[in-house]
């Protein structure tokens, strides 16, 4: 396949900028398997779509506020860092934007204090060391400023520092947020413990790869950037549970995919933790869950991919073009969809 066939066209009016005041107030399209009709909904609707015993699998990854500024020292030239990963030492592994690529040993003075040195680089990502006045994560909570997408044309605000983070949120590493679950609040997730779903956690540390294209015309030759993962074996457990009882697995998320699709070991499901550069497009079958939570993707990019892969390419986009003709709302702060597999996905 090639990467021009997940090509659509998309009014840029429709990529939204900002969330909805209320999290679970946005639209739900509802993709049933075969040719059944679409069924627009809300996401608030959802604890009527799913049956008791049905569990939800959530990424509770928590977004580092990955992005500062900054000036070479000596020159004066503008600097962007976009911290990819946190290590030890107060170390990071980093996409830096300057005018010249940066040298071993180069020096970063930071526009919130403290400097950060240049260690090396490795293809695209720099090795830096941070000379700030905390450990590095306590530091950039103050310091850093939050990661929004390029497509959100403004700069992050105050609001963003909470509604770019999941309710669930606890585990500090990620530099994108796991979109799908935004839509869910308190009240949502009560009123579907009250249908009787399930819920569960995985994490992965969602890098800042996702926004990067896909670059090969043949997209069996595009390489994922890794990622870190954890599925614990108490989901493992739940996820056993649920299907010995009939109930179904729906994944809030392309992550939660991934991660479970990556700790599968000859199809059975086992406790995980590490690195992951699945790529997962159409001809790959993914059989670790029944159905799929997912906001509007980009074009061409490896989430339409993979969500083709699960529901059909054909059906997918038949319900883009119907997105766009109803006006969803599409991307990072958008509208979602349900989906369950296609026939032969």
Wanted: no cysteine; charged share 25%.
């Amino acid at each position: 396949m090639k990467k021009s066939d997940f090509h659509y066209d998309l009014p840029a009016e429709l990529i939204a900028q900002a969330p909805l005041p209320e999290r679970s107030a946005s639209r739900l399209l509802v993709v049933p398997p075969g040719e059944a009709g679409f069924d627009d909904r809300h996401v608030r609707d959802l604890p009527g779509l799913l049956r008791e015993g049905d569990l939800l699998v959530f990424n509770d990854t928590r977004v580092i506020p990955a992005r500062l500024f900054g000036h070479k020292a000596g020159s004066g030239g503008r600097v962007e860092i976009l911290i990819e990963r946190l290590q030890p030492g107060n170390e990071a592994r980093a996409q830096v934007g300057a005018s010249k690529p940066l040298k071993p040993g180069g020096r970063i003075e930071l526009d919130a204090g403290g400097e950060a040195e240049v260690l090396g680089r490795d293809g695209e990502f720099y090795h830096l060391r941070f000379h700030v006045d905390d450990a590095l994560e306590s530091w950039l909570l103050r310091a850093g400023r939050m990661p929004l997408p390029p497509y959100i044309r403004r700069e992050p605000g105050v609001d963003d520092d909470e509604r770019y983070q999941t309710v669930f949120a606890r585990r500090v590493g990620a530099v994108a947020a796991p979109t799908a679950g935004l839509h869910f609040d308190d009240a949502l997730l009560q009123a579907l413990r009250e249908r009787g779903v399930q819920s569960g956690h995985v994490t992965l540390h969602v890098g800042a790869g996702t926004f990067q294209p896909v670059r090969v015309d043949d997209i069996a030759q595009h390489r994922m950037h890794s990622e870190w993962l954890n599925v614990g074996a108490g989901l493992v457990e739940q996820v056993r549970r649920t299907r010995a009882a009939g109930g179904r697995v729906i994944a809030v998320g392309t992550t939660v995919v991934r991660a479970l699709e990556s700790a599968l070991v000859d199809g059975e499901l086992q406790p995980f933790a590490g690195e992951t550069r699945i790529f997962i497009f159409p001809g790959y079958r993914i059989r670790s869950v029944d159905a799929l939570l997912t906001n509007f993707h980009l074009p061409e990019s490896t989430l339409l991919m993979l969500v083709s892969a699960f529901a059909g390419k054909s059906r997918i986009f038949a319900a883009y073009e119907h997105a766009v003709r109803e006006r969803y709302r599409f991307f990072s702060y958008g509208d979602a969809m349900l989906l369950w597999p296609g026939e032969g996905a």
